[in-house]
């Protein structure tokens, strides 16, 4: 980013609390699959993740999918949609399973949790559990430094722009998806360097929600960074089931603490 381009200045947000329930040993956390038709190993894996998962809860920290034009495509007939949906709605029938906003899938609605049997997620939510405050989100809101990103945010996460979004027909959204993953992907083969989390607006979401860590996604960039004494980000990994080697992990919580769950062999790649 050009040094003379405007920084975010750090805001602290309204945290959400959700209170674990007693009976919860283990927690799992996820993020950034980007479920797409042009993914099937991820997709295959990922369903088979939902079926087989022992957690006694799932938690989607965003980009579940790589694209969501509106919760209306679940009743498109053999919409790929409808079939995510299915997966995820099966699974909620055998435990919690929460969903929060990435900045891929941020247009599912109310009628897309309904469908699932999901419990949306406020971004950022402070999760009690095991005694501790662990505070989840996305991870978009902390990459200040991505200017252009952040102002955007702004627009499309406003009820005005998503209305005028929405009335387009099916098919003009799902077009217009095409071209913004036609966008990214050439993004990334330019070789840009995305913004990561900025340390001081971690550390003060962290000390504001009276938390030790913040779980998060986005970045793609899976690893454990120490703040300050006492404060850490842990950092999901995307899902890519069809990379060498693949990448297909869940994060779990449980009385001990965070592990890492390397899931490619419960599957076999297609």
């Keep these: 980013m050009p040094a003379s381009a405007p920084r975010q200045t750090v805001t602290v947000p309204r945290f959400e609390e959700l209170v674990a329930p007693s009976h919860w040993r283990m927690v799992d956390f996820i993020s950034d699959l980007h479920l797409q038709t042009s993914e099937p190993a991820t997709v295959a894996a990922f369903e088979h993740y939902l ?66 049997g999901i419990t949306g997620l406020a971004d950022p939510t402070v999760l009690v559990f095991g005694g501790q405050r662990w505070v989840l989100s996305h991870g978009d809101l902390l990459c200040l430094d991505d200017v252009d990103y952040q102002r955007f945010r702004v627009q499309a996460r406003s009820a005005e722009w998503q209305a005028r979004f929405l009335a387009q027909p099916l098919a003009t959204r799902r077009a217009q998806a095409r071209g913004i993953r036609e966008e990214s992907e050439a993004r990334k083969q330019s070789g840009v360097i995305y913004a990561d989390v900025d340390t001081p607006a971690a550390v003060a979401w962290l000390q ?25 980000r842990v950092v999901l990994s995307d899902w890519d089931a069809a990379a060498l080697p693949p990448r297909v992990e869940t994060l779990r919580l449980t009385a001990a603490g965070l592990e890492r769950l390397p899931l490619a062999p419960m599957y076999e790649r297609s």
């Design 51 to 116: 079926a087989t998962t022992t957690a006694d809860a799932l938690f989607i920290l965003g980009d579940l999918f790589e694209v969501w034009v509106g919760d209306d495509a679940i009743s498109e007939v053999g919409s790929f949609e409808a079939q995510g949906c299915a997966a995820l709605r099966a699974a909620s029938k055998r435990l919690p399973v929460h969903f929060m906003h990435g900045n891929r899938d941020f247009l599912a609605g109310a009628a897309f949790l309904t469908h699932c």
């Design 208 to 232: 504001s929600a009276d938390a030790h860590t913040l779980i998060h996604g986005h970045t793609h960039r899976p690893a454990e960074h120490p703040l300050a004494p006492g404060l850490q």
